[in-house]
């Protein structure tokens, strides 16, 4: 399959050969290294390098993912994960064209670090159910074009693979089917939280339902189909979700607004209305909430026999977002078992603090990797890069122990020496399955969001 990239020029370019030196391969992906370059591999991408000191190039391949449906809304993903945390919140330069089955959507533009130019390009191939994306960092953009162009046209990913990936991951949840608890497949054993004030929590085939004295929330997951279609040149997103959330399941009445507070921050507009379920024609008042992160919406709707007990419940937005605290299930030793893993990144930008001149921005990312066995046995690794001022790091650690879980606590061994290996623990549910999440006890600060790999 030939692929073409966009950097710094109006065409996009055909290659079929390459300045190979070294073919390689990476989640479903092969590929070619081209001359003169050095790789390292970790969890969720491949980075292919090359610095002399003066000019560097760093061209990364991103595990591949399901994709939501849309390529304007796979770019832009991968633009806010890589092009965003450099300071450009869109590209100066967007290019899209058709390949082999791909929507190729290029875009590329110039941070300043060190107060000179840090250029980015930015390829996202959106198709057959899957999205991936090459991204480029370089400081001379005439010097590796070429290097650049030729490694983004030898990373094809495997049929067989791609069709395997898209095929496990399922299709898309309509968030509005009808309630039905998630026990079976990939699932877990205590999909059921009983709190202590009163609040029952089940993951549904779709979103969470908490349920206290005849009052029914849902915490819908994020949909990113569902995301991707809405209107992007619009603010106003209430009257979306209402349409393709409550509306198929509700004959609703007179809508209201209870509109946020001028110039609050964090807080959203509260739509209401009286209703009567479709599925069950029982009668009660609805009032829906959008919560949003990194721009993907949650919405989350409360059902309460009356508008009294509505009002008594849900009389503000903290008492909507709070509800988010029920995403919560019990952990255990048989749904522990097989790899799991996490990345984070993060950017900072340093300014002098006698003169207020820029002093660039450093970036740094995160992998985390476990691995639980069914004999008791684990391991874990864990791996860190950061950038800047054009030096790339690279740190690893490696643990090898056993681990016992109860519930919301999970002890691992032979750790370092200053830390115990105690974790606060606990599933969240999410679209198609669960997050774990853990927590030092000891270093608060170590905290890690782990989808199961395998």
């Known amino acids: 399959m030939k692929k073409s990239i966009i950097i710094f020029c109006s065409l996009f370019v055909l290659l079929t ?53 849309n390529a304007k809304t796979d770019f832009d993903a991968d633009w806010q994960s890589h092009g965003a945390k450099q300071g450009l919140a869109q590209p100066s330069k967007t290019t899209v064209a058709n390949q082999g089955g791909w929507t190729i959507t290029a875009g590329n533009g110039t941070a300043n670090f060190q107060n000179q130019p840090l250029y980015i390009a930015i390829s996202t191939f959106t198709g057959k159910g899957i999205t991936y994306c090459v991204v480029h960092y370089f400081n001379e953009k005439d010097r590796f074009t070429s290097d650049m162009q030729a490694f983004t046209a030898s990373v094809v990913p495997s049929e067989s693979k791609t069709a395997a990936l898209a095929a496990n991951t399922g299709a898309v949840i309509n968030p509005v089917q009808p309630a039905v608890a998630v026990t079976g497949g990939s699932q877990i054993t205590k999909y059921i939280t009983n709190f202590d004030d009163g609040w029952k929590a089940t993951a549904m085939n779709g979103y969470v339902q908490v349920t206290k004295n005849g009052t029914e ?29 409550v509306t198929p399941a509700f004959n609703a009445g007179q809508t209201y607004v209870r509109e946020k507070e001028q110039y609050t921050m964090g807080v959203n507009d509260i739509w209401e209305a009286p209703v009567t379920d479709k599925q069950t024609g029982k009668s009660g008042y609805l009032g829906m909430r959008l919560g949003f992160s990194n721009g993907a919406c949650s919405p989350i709707i409360v059902i309460a026999p009356d508008k009294n007990t509505y009002n008594s419940l849900f009389s503000k937005d903290d008492d909507f977002a709070k509800m988010s605290n029920y995403n ?9 078992i097989g790899a799991w893993k996490s990345f ?31 004999n008791g046995s684990y391991q874990s690794e864990h791996t860190g890069t950061s950038i800047f001022r054009g030096v790339l790091k690279h740190g690893k650690s490696t ?29 969240e549910a999410v679209k198609g399955g669960y997050m774990l999440r853990l927590r030092n006890k000891k270093y608060s600060g170590d905290a890690m969001g782990l989808f199961k790999s395998k």
């Not at 997951?221 to 959330?245: C, H, I, M, S």
């Not at 919560?328 to 522990?336: E, G, N, R, S, Y």
């Open 328 to 336: 919560k299930f019990a952990v255990t030793k048989k749904d522990l």
């Open 17 to 69: 050969n390459t300045n190979a030196q070294k073919k390689g391969s990476f989640d479903v992906f092969s590929f070619t290294t081209p001359k003169g370059f050095s790789i390292e591999k970790t969890g969720d991408y491949a980075v292919i390098k090359k610095d002399n000191g003066l000019q560097y190039c760093n061209s990364f391949v991103m595990r591949a993912r399901v994709s939501s449906g």
């Open 399 to 427: 643990y090898k122990g056993t681990f016992s879980v109860t519930d919301w606590n999970l002890t691992a061994t032979n750790r370092e020496t200053d830390d115990p290996g105690e974790f606060s623990c606990q599933f």
């Open 344 to 374: 984070d990144a993060s950017s900072m930008d340093y300014y002098n603090i006698y003169t207020g001149d820029y002093g660039g921005m450093a970036t740094a990312s995160t992998n985390n990797n476990f691995i639980f066995n069914l």
């Open 217 to 245: 929330v849902r915490l819908y997951f994020v949909n990113g189909k569902l995301d991707g279609q809405r209107n992007k040149n619009t603010g106003d997103l209430e009257p979306y979700y209402w349409n393709a959330v």
